[in-house]
């Protein structure tokens, strides 16, 4: 069966700190790898995806970066953060092609951000 | 602009009745696929059930069903028997096709479900 590990669960930086969060899934080969943040009460913004090993694609960016080193690993980091970086981070993983379950996503646990 | 609208932003039932939940959705795709998602007071976000756009029958998942009206771009969302449990918010989400060809799943604003005893 497939999982998907976030880490930190929780993390609480200063304003301008660098930040890097992560993402493994196991279980699958080859998935599509989304990252999703959430502001307190809000719904979900997707940020990058990506659908193979060091590519990346921007759609929100938000001074953020992604990176996406080994198939199962999805990374996403600044080196400054801002007050506005605080909310939910989730990272998520699609299949493509034809099938019941393709083009579903399926989150991960999420890591709580609180920039001070 | 594509885009998912849900205009209830808060629902509370008494279990074991029936509620439906609203979303309207925009798009320029001539294929396209609708989910919903809930998300646990602990964050989670479960998939619950899905939509594609080709199929005419309403999809059905345990005591999940959807009210799928094409025309009116319309795609609810119908919990029966609700339980105590179900309390959560539910999102309604759209797969659309970006400019560069990739895609995104763009969610609506949320509806908070209270099941009361």
């Known amino acids: 069966a497939q999982t998907i590990h976030q880490w930190p669960v929780a993390e609480i930086k200063a304003v301008g700190s660098p930040l890097s969060l992560g993402c493994t899934i196991k279980g699958k080969s080859s998935p599509n790898l989304y990252w999703y943040w959430q502001a307190t009460g809000g719904t979900l913004q997707q940020l990058f995806y990506?659908?193979?090993?060091?590519?990346v694609e921007s759609v929100v960016q938000l001074n953020l970066s992604a990176s996406r080193p080994k198939d199962d690993q999805f990374i996403l980091s600044t080196e400054k953060l801002l007050l506005s970086h605080s909310g939910f981070y989730l990272c998520?993983?699609?299949?493509?092609?034809?099938?019941?379950?393709?083009?579903?996503?399926?989150f991960g646990s999420g890591t709580r951000l609180t920039v001070l | 602009a594509q885009k998912v609208t849900q205009t209830q932003t808060s629902i509370s039932v008494v279990e074991k009745t029936t509620v439906t939940m609203d979303c309207v959705y925009e798009?320029?795709?001539?294929?396209?696929?609708l989910f919903w998602y809930k998300q646990t007071a602990s964050g989670e976000i479960v998939f619950l059930i899905r939509?594609?756009?080709?199929?005419?029958e309403n999809a059905t998942v345990g005591h999940y069903s959807l009210n799928f009206q094409k025309p009116k771009s319309s795609i609810g969302l119908i919990i029966t028997a609700t339980q105590i449990e179900d309390s959560a918010v539910y999102f309604c989400?759209?797969?659309?096709?970006?400019?560069?060809?990739?895609?995104?799943?763009?969610f609506g604003s949320g509806t908070q479900l209270t099941v009361m005893p």
């Open positions: 998520a993983w699609s299949l493509e092609g034809l099938g019941a379950s393709a083009e579903t996503l399926y």
């Open positions: 990506s659908i193979t090993v060091g590519q």
């Open positions: 798009t320029r795709d001539s294929s396209y696929f």
């Open positions: 989400a759209m797969r659309e096709v970006g400019a560069s060809g990739s895609w995104q799943l763009i």
């Open positions: 939509q594609d756009s080709y199929k005419k």
